[in-house]
């Protein structure tokens, strides 16, 4: 199993920045791509921002630009800079991990999530 801990949300004003961190622990060998997810009420979860382990990544359009997503190895932690923060990213944010095998189904772990609020 992998757990991943969500840390670094909070409330903020429009135009300002927040960072959320994400550690993984457990058995996390094999995890090769790591992310950022949000959920706002009455919308589906969404995709942020993803980052691989051959170093690319991946953003929502929504967020280009004003989001950074970056990786400590050595820590087992993706990191999510978010600038230029806007009401319509208030949701709760989640990390996601995936671990993708040969000819097998990729397993998915979730983590909790953490509330960012952005008021205008």
């Known amino acids: 199993q992998v757990q991943l801990v969500e840390s670094g949300g909070g409330l903020v004003q429009a135009g300002g920045s927040l960072r959320l961190s994400c550690a993984a622990s457990?058995?996390?060998?094999?995890?090769?791509?790591m992310g950022w997810y949000r959920q706002a009420p009455g919308s589906q979860r969404e995709l942020v921002a993803t980052?691989?382990?051959?170093?690319?990544?991946n953003y929502a359009d929504s967020v280009e630009g004003r989001f950074t997503i970056s990786r400590d190895n050595a820590k087992n932690t993706v990191h999510l800079q978010m600038n230029s923060l806007k009401p319509q990213d208030t949701a709760v944010y989640y990390c996601?991990?995936?671990?993708?095998?040969?000819?097998?189904?990729?397993?998915?772990?979730w983590g909790q999530g953490t509330q960012v609020t952005v008021s205008s």
């Open positions: 996601k991990a995936v671990r993708t095998r040969w000819r097998s189904l990729p397993d998915y772990y």
């Open positions: 457990g058995s996390i060998s094999g995890i090769n791509i």
């Open positions: 980052f691989t382990s051959g170093g690319s990544t």
